[in-house]
């Protein structure tokens, strides 16, 4: 897999690729689309306050993922055993988890939509073109498609990659730790690219 960014003039960035890469990066923004779950209908201008003021959940998500996603404001209860910092993260949480899982939900369904507009060419793969803004929507994907397969794989911040570069081919994990080192190279190219 040897796609990687390269900045447009004029902002944005391009890459190309190929029908395996495409497929990959689609799978893994549908099963996290459906990890992160349905959204609320878009509230009318008459439910605009409404919809401000929206409590979401108090309390972290169970599954590692989710809460690796939507983390505690505050480090999290077995960090912080202080009743009014958790109170204060609860309430963090009421009033953020919806956006911040709205913005996820955006970052990911504007991946698939960028990949799903590709005109293959003829060579079976195709060049990604990104606006500016598209680029930072996959930027978020990328990232939350790297921390969700982190979180998975249980890599640490301490892990260089190394370890997980080792393991046999015959590993169940291997693929999804090649799709993790994979998903960060692109990530980095498109920083790069958008820093030029």
């Not at 003021?53 to 480090?75: C, I």
């Not at 005109?119 to 994907?141: F, I, K, S, Y």
Request: aromatic fraction near 4%.
């Amino acid at each position: 897999m040897a796609g990687h960014f390269e900045p447009l003039s004029g902002g944005g960035a391009a890459a190309p690729l190929d029908d395996v890469e495409i497929s990959i990066l689609r799978s893994l923004a549908v099963q996290l689309l459906e990890l992160i779950g349905p959204g609320e209908e878009p509230a009318g201008t008459d439910d605009l306050l409404a919809s401000i003021f929206n409590d979401g959940p108090s309390e972290p998500p169970a599954d590692p993922v989710l809460a690796r996603l939507f983390p505690d404001a505050y480090g999290g209860p077995d960090l912080v055993p202080d009743d009014d910092v958790r109170a204060a993260a609860a309430e963090f949480r009421r009033y953020t988890e919806n956006d911040l899982r709205s913005r996820k939900r955006d970052d990911a369904l504007a991946l698939v939509r960028a990949l799903d507009a590709l005109t293959p060419g003829g060579d079976g793969g195709a060049v990604l073109r990104l606006t500016p803004d598209e680029c930072r929507q996959w930027l978020g994907a990328l990232n939350d498609l790297r921390l969700a397969i982190g979180t998975r794989l249980e890599v640490t911040d301490e892990d260089d990659g190394g370890e997980l570069l080792r393991l046999p081919d015959t590993d169940p994990r291997k693929p999804m730790v090649m799709a993790y080192l994979w998903l960060g190279g692109l990530q980095e190219t498109l920083v790069e690219s958008l820093m030029r």
